[in-house]
């Protein structure tokens, strides 16, 4: 997850407009629904939410931030 995170960050500071579109609902969706597409097929379980629980900005980027359990 580190790896993914510093990827991500590598990106933006080399194309910071694409930040405001992290923030658009519409981008947001379309990324979860994918990821659990993804998480469903590789697990067989079908328990995800809906829509994606935590914020990009104030939560998933952040180095040191893991999901509870």
Same mark, same amino acid.
């Given at each position: 997850?580190?790896?993914?995170?510093?990827?991500?960050?590598?990106? /933006?500071?080399?194309? @910071?407009?694409?930040? *405001?579109?992290?923030?658009?609902?519409?981008? #947001?969706?379309?990324? =979860?629904?994918? $990821?659990?597409?993804?998480?469903?097929?590789?697990?067989? /379980?079908?328990?995800? @939410?809906?829509?994606? *629980?935590?914020?990009?900005?104030?939560?998933? #980027?952040?180095?040191? =931030?893991?999901? $509870?359990?």
């Amino acid at each position: 997850m580190k790896a993914q995170r510093k990827e991500v960050h590598y990106v /933006l500071v080399e194309s @910071p407009s694409l930040a *405001p579109k992290m923030q658009e609902p519409v981008w #947001l969706d379309t990324v =979860w629904a994918r $990821a659990v597409a993804q998480a469903v097929t590789e697990t067989g /379980l079908d328990c995800f @939410p809906e829509e994606c *629980p935590w914020s990009i900005q104030n939560e998933v #980027l952040l180095s040191a =931030w893991l999901p $509870a359990e």
